[in-house]
């Protein structure tokens, strides 16, 4: 009998406990909070233009999105949580949702604020030391630029040589062969002159002779 009654004493105790607990385990249940669609688009603050591709991430979880090129967005939240607005270039915003929602959709207007860094000047040099750099830059050949291997190409010398050993192009042709047939024509039922008098034939003859052009080549 007496172990009866210890029998029972020990389920009753085990029974008030589990409801104890369950009790207590229930208490601190926070309650259900509703799903919401959350979507907007992100702006601008200064002149309402979208910020394409931003960063859109729930606090505290693995959950988040990107808006598109045009700065839209849309992400299922629950309420009261924390969203964490991103991008390259502005200021990082957070964005509580509201637990006084009557519907299961909500629509906003996010702006950013413009987040300007200057970095320190930062000088690379190929060398490792100052003197190495140093003895380099004075050193160093310089090579011609363009302007000095065109004046170059277009010395005199230069041009006479490459004029004389370019071959004629058609419209020269056709040129020098109008002016011979002109010739022809000037001095039909003439003899034409013989440059052997011409005193301006000798002198270019003269000419060419004391600058070496007649000059036999192998």
Same mark, same amino acid.
Request: proline residues 3%.
């Given at each position: 009998?007496?172990?009866?009654?210890?029998?029972?004493?020990?389920?009753?105790?085990?029974?008030? &406990?589990?409801?104890?607990?369950?009790?207590?385990?229930? @208490?601190?249940?926070?309650?259900? $909070?509703?799903?919401? =669609? #959350? %979507?907007?688009?992100?702006?601008?603050?200064?002149?309402?233009?979208?910020?394409?591709?931003?960063?859109?991430?729930?606090?505290?979880?693995?959950? &988040?999105?990107?808006?598109?090129?045009?700065?839209?967005? @849309?992400?299922?939240?629950?309420? $009261?949580?924390?969203? =964490? #607005? %991103?991008?390259?270039?502005?200021?990082?915003?957070?964005y509580i949702v509201p637990d006084t929602l009557t519907s299961s959709r909500?629509?906003?207007?996010?702006?950013?604020?413009?987040?300007t860094i200057h970095l320190p000047e930062t000088v690379i040099y190929p060398w490792p030391t100052r003197e190495q750099f140093r003895y380099a830059f004075l050193n160093t050949e310089i090579p011609d630029d363009d302007l000095d291997r065109a004046m170059r190409n277009l010395e005199r010398a230069e041009m006479r040589e490459r004029f004389e050993k370019m071959p004629l192009?058609?419209?020269?042709?056709?040129?020098?062969?109008?002016?011979?047939?002109?010739?022809r024509l000037y001095y039909a039922g003439q003899r034409p002159p013989m440059r052997i008098f011409d005193p301006f034939a000798w002198g270019e003859f003269i000419q060419a002779w004391r600058e070496g052009r007649f000059k036999r080549k192998d």
């Open positions: 009998m007496q172990s009866f009654l210890k029998y029972l004493l020990f389920v009753s105790f085990l029974l008030s &406990g589990l409801l104890i607990f369950n009790r207590l385990s229930g @208490s601190e249940q926070p309650p259900q $909070r509703n799903v919401i =669609q #959350f %979507s907007g688009l992100v702006m601008t603050g200064d002149s309402l233009k979208a910020v394409p591709f931003t960063t859109i991430r729930v606090k505290n979880t693995r959950r &988040g999105t990107i808006s598109d090129f045009h700065g839209f967005f @849309s992400i299922t939240v629950r309420e $009261r949580d924390t969203l =964490q #607005f %991103s991008s390259v270039g502005f200021k990082e915003v957070q909500y629509s906003t207007v996010q702006l950013m604020t413009r987040d192009d058609g419209y020269s042709n056709f040129r020098h062969m109008n002016n011979q047939y002109s010739e």
